[in-house]
C-alpha cells in the first residue's frame, strides 16, 4: 500500500514526499510539473507526470501503486494572479478536486489530506484566527479553496471517505538544501532575487496599526508543515476521528519589519527597504493559533524565524 502526494514536485509538496521518506511510508507523486520540478522528488520514488484533471491517469495510477490514500496538494495556488485567471484556477483547484474525488472512488483509495489555506478567510477583525472563525475568500484562489473543502466534506457524506484540510498562511524555510521556494510571488525568493541583483527590497505599507507600522502575518516552517501532513496521513489511515479542518499557525506570527531584519542578520548584506503604499485589501495582521493540530497533529513550531530565514537562504545560496 501506498499514499499518492499530488503536486509532490513543487516546493511544499517535495518536502512532503521527504518526510512520508523519513517514516518508511511508501509513496507515489504525481505533478504535470506547471510550477514543481523533477529534480525535487528522488528517482527512488515513482513518479508520474500528469494533471489532476485527468481521472483516468490518477485512477490508473492508484491501482498501480495499490494507493490507500492522498495527500492533496496540487494546484494553483497564487492569489493575486487568480484574480486575472479565475478559469484557470477554477478549473485546476475544483474541478482537479473533483477529478481527484473522482478517481479515489473507483480505486477505493479511502482517506485524503487536502492542503487548503488561509485565504479562506479573507480579511478578519480577530486577534487569532481558530478553526471556527468566518470564511470570507477575497480571491478566486481563496474562493476555489474553501468550494475544495464543501466538494471533499460533501463527498465525505456520501462514501464515507476520512478526511482533513488543513489551512497555513506563509510557508517558509527549507528542510534540505535541494529543496527551496521558486515562485514569484513568494516574500523570501522576491527579497532574496532583489538582494542577489544588488536592488532594494520593498515594504507595502508602513503605517499599519502594529507595533512597528509594517503587517503582522503568520509564518511557518516548510519542514514542520510537512510533518503535520504525515501525522494527518497516519491518523486518517489507523481509522482515527479528525476534526474536518485543522489550522496550521504559529500563534504569534512576525511583521515584514522583522523578517526584513531577520534576512539582513542571515545573510549579512546591510539595507534598509524602500517604503511603499499599502496594496489594497492588505490587513494589519492574520495570525492563526494551532492548538487544535498541537492536539491531534503534533503539530509544533520547531524552528525559530531566524531558522526559517537561515535554512531558505542557504538553499537558495546552494543553487
Same mark, same amino acid.
Given at each position: 500500500?501506498?499514499?499518492?502526494?499530488?503536486?509532490?514536485?513543487?516546493?511544499?509538496?517535495?518536502?512532503?514526499?521527504?518526510?512520508?521518506?523519513?517514516?518508511?511510508?511508501?509513496?507515489?507523486?504525481?505533478?504535470?510539473?506547471?510550477?514543481?520540478?523533477?529534480?525535487?522528488?528522488?528517482?527512488? +520514488?515513482?513518479?508520474?507526470?500528469?494533471?489532476?484533471?485527468? /481521472?483516468? =491517469?490518477?485512477?490508473? /495510477?492508484?491501482?498501480?501503486?495499490?494507493?490507500?490514500?492522498? @495527500?492533496? &496538494?496540487a494546484?494553483?495556488?497564487?492569489?493575486? +494572479?487568480?484574480?486575472?485567471?479565475? &478559469?484557470?484556477?477554477?478549473?485546476?483547484?475544483? /474541478?482537479? /478536486?473533483v477529478s481527484l474525488l473522482e478517481a479515489m472512488a473507483a480505486t477505493g483509495a479511502g482517506s485524503l489530506v487536502f492542503s487548503s489555506s488561509a485565504a479562506t478567510f479573507g480579511t478578519v477583525d480577530v486577534p487569532l484566527v481558530t478553526e471556527e472563525t468566518p470564511t470570507h475568500p477575497e480571491s478566486p484562489y481563496g474562493e476555489s479553496? &474553501?468550494?475544495?473543502?464543501? @466538494?471533499?466534506?460533501?463527498?465525505?457524506?456520501?462514501?464515507?471517505?476520512?478526511?482533513?484540510?488543513?489551512?497555513y498562511?506563509?510557508?517558509?524555510?527549507?528542510?534540505?538544501?535541494? =529543496?527551496?521556494?521558486?515562485?514569484?510571488?513568494?516574500? &523570501?525568493?522576491?527579497?532574496?532575487?532583489? =538582494?542577489?541583483?544588488?536592488?532594494t527590497p520593498r515594504v507595502n505599507g508602513t503605517d499599519f496599526d502594529t507595533p512597528d507600522g509594517t503587517c503582522v502575518r503568520d509564518y511557518v516552517h516548510v519542514a514542520d508543515?510537512?510533518?503535520?501532513? @504525515?501525522?494527518?496521513?497516519?491518523? =486518517?489511515?489507523a481509522g482515527e476521528e479528525l476534526l474536518p479542518v485543522y489550522n496550521l499557525g504559529s500563534g504569534e506570527g512576525a511583521s515584514v519589519a522583522e523578517i526584513m531584519a531577520a534576512i539582513r542578520a542571515v545573510t549579512g548584506i546591510d539595507f534598509t527597504p524602500e517604503e511603499g503604499p499599502r496594496r489594497p485589501g492588505d490587513p494589519a495582521r492574520i495570525v492563526a493559533t494551532g492548538e487544535a493540530a498541537a492536539l491531534d497533529l503534533g503539530w509544533e513550531m520547531r524552528h525559530t524565524l531566524e531558522d526559517m530565514v537561515r535554512s531558505a537562504w542557504q538553499a537558495r545560496s546552494s543553487h
Open positions: 500500500m501506498s499514499w499518492l502526494v499530488t503536486g509532490g514536485a513543487g516546493y511544499i509538496g517535495s518536502h512532503v514526499v521527504r518526510a512520508f521518506a523519513e517514516t518508511g511510508l511508501d509513496v507515489v507523486v504525481v505533478d504535470d510539473l506547471s510550477s514543481g520540478h523533477r529534480e525535487f522528488v528522488s528517482p527512488d +520514488v515513482a513518479f508520474v507526470d500528469g494533471s489532476i484533471v485527468d /481521472t483516468a =491517469l490518477l485512477a490508473e /495510477t492508484m491501482r498501480t501503486h495499490a494507493v490507500e490514500g492522498v @495527500v492533496h &496538494l494546484g494553483f495556488k497564487y492569489a493575486g +494572479v487568480s484574480v486575472d485567471r479565475p &478559469l484557470h484556477t477554477y478549473t485546476q483547484n475544483v /474541478t482537479g /478536486t479553496k &474553501l468550494i475544495g473543502e464543501w @466538494v471533499i466534506r460533501d463527498q465525505a457524506r456520501a462514501t464515507g471517505l476520512r478526511h482533513t484540510s488543513l489551512r498562511f506563509n510557508v517558509v524555510g527549507s528542510g534540505s538544501d535541494d =529543496l527551496y521556494d521558486t515562485s514569484p510571488h513568494n516574500l &523570501l525568493p522576491i527579497v532574496f532575487e532583489k =538582494l542577489l541583483a544588488g536592488e508543515l510537512a510533518r503535520a501532513h @504525515v501525522v494527518a496521513a497516519q491518523r =486518517l489511515a
